[in-house]
T-cell receptor, first 116, second 116 residues
Framework: AQTVTQSQPEMSVQEAETVTLSCTYD???????LFWYKQPPSRQMILVIR??????QNATENRFSVNFQKAAKSFSLKISDSQLGDAAMYFC?????????????FGKGTLLTVNP | DAGVIQSPRHEVTEMGQEVTLRCKPI?????LFWYRQTMMRGLELLIY????????DSGMPEDRFSAKMPNASFSTLKIQPSEPRDSAVYFC??????????????FGPGTRLTVT
């Protein structure tokens, strides 16, 4: 079974600074997808960014980018120019690419605080 | 698009009572997922459906939990009888089919269940 580990329960960053959230995963599969979801206090789960394991190029979405290291099974999220609205719980998630297995396996989350 | 709709948003009930959570997925989505979020266990998949058929219910904790999807626009998650340890936030999510494409799972706002 796949597992996802987020080793930082909490992180803080100053507004306009850069922060990196860590995620590692364990799988025996060679093809899969990785995601970062954001959960603000409203509780709504929002997709931030996704990465296909077969792509070597790291995904980027505006101020959000990932550092995907397949051999190390590492998938970190970098938030540049942090804004107050980035304050939230961030979850890393794994999904197999095989067959029709659409199950998402989540890490325990990292609570990000943005200080003005 | 109204997004995934869940009802009720909050539910408080007494131990032993039956609880029914409801979900309306996004129109046109083929997949529907039920997740549970607790502090101890994080986000975990309970069950998911494809075209109204349950595909994986291995996450359903015990026989007290049951889920149905009578049609493409409605699903229920029932707990009978409820216990205090069932207190959690229950999320419904939907997604459309995408062989080889990691289509996003869109989450509803969740139902916060408290069992006293």
């Amino acid at each position: 079974a796949q597992t996802v580990t987020q080793s930082q329960p909490e992180m803080s960053v100053q507004e306009a600074e850069t922060v990196t959230l860590s995620c590692t995963y364990d799988t025996s599969e060679s093809d899969y997808y990785l995601f970062w979801y954001k959960q603000p206090p409203s509780r709504q789960m929002i997709l931030v960014i996704r990465q296909e394991a077969y792509k070597q190029q790291n995904a980027t979405e505006n101020r959000f980018s990932v550092n995907f290291q397949k051999a190390a099974k590492s998938f970190s999220l970098k938030i540049s120019d942090s804004q107050l609205g980035d304050a939230a719980m961030y979850f890393c998630a794994y999904r197999s690419a095989w067959g029709s297995n659409y199950k998402l396996t989540f890490g325990k989350g990292t609570l990000l605080t943005v200080n003005p | 698009d109204a997004g995934v709709i869940q009802s009720p948003r909050h539910e408080v009930t007494e131990m032993g009572q039956e609880v029914t959570l409801r979900c309306k997925p996004i129109s046109g989505h083929d997949y529907l997922f039920w997740y549970r979020q607790t502090m101890m266990r994080g986000l975990e998949l309970l069950i998911y459906f494809n075209n109204n058929v349950p595909i994986d219910d291995s996450g359903m904790p015990e026989d007290r939990f049951s889920a149905k999807m009578p049609n493409a626009s409605f699903s229920t998650l029932k707990i009978q009888p409820s216990e205090p340890r069932d207190s959690a936030v229950y999320f419904c999510a939907s997604s459309r089919d995408g062989q080889g494409v990691p289509y996003e799972q869109y989450f509803g706002p969740g139902t916060r269940l408290t069992v006293t």
